[in-house]
């Protein structure tokens, strides 16, 4: 079965920074899309950045020079880096996999397949 385990989230101050990761199982990064998404309380969710097998990458205008979205694939790991954190990027992050295709537009989070349980992000001024 394919599983998702986010971690890596916490708190910290605004201009701080994080780590997230997700660790798969249950399948490669080959022929994948994998991607972080996020929601805070009250808002719908939204599409942080994606990655595909051939490391094609694409970034929501929000965090574009600040967050670092990559996958280690010898331990089918995804990550995301996040610096300069800012208090509105406080929100619930999750990971999320697409088998078999490419990445679609990051609004289009139904796409997804696979979803992580969630690790809390935290940033206070």
């Known amino acids: 079965q394919v599983q998702l385990v986010e971690s890596g989230g916490g708190s910290v101050q605004s201009g701080g920074s994080l780590r997230l990761s997700c660790a798969a199982s249950g399948y490669t990064y080959s022929s994948v899309c994998m991607g972080w998404f996020r929601q805070a309380p009250g808002k719908g969710r939204e599409g942080v950045a994606a990655?595909?097998?051939?490391?094609?990458?694409s970034y929501a205008d929000s965090v574009k020079g600040r967050f670092t979205i990559s996958q280690d694939n010898a331990k089918n790991t995804l990550y995301l880096l996040m610096n300069s954190l800012k208090p509105e990027d406080t929100a619930m992050y999750y990971c999320?996999?697409?088998?078999?295709?490419?990445?679609?537009?990051?609004?289009?989070?139904?796409?997804?397949?696979?979803w992580g349980q969630g690790t809390q992000v935290t940033v206070s001024s």
């Open positions: 990655t595909d097998s051939a490391g094609r990458t």
């Open positions: 999320a996999a697409l088998y078999g295709g490419s990445c679609p537009p990051l609004t289009l989070s139904s796409y997804y397949d696979y």
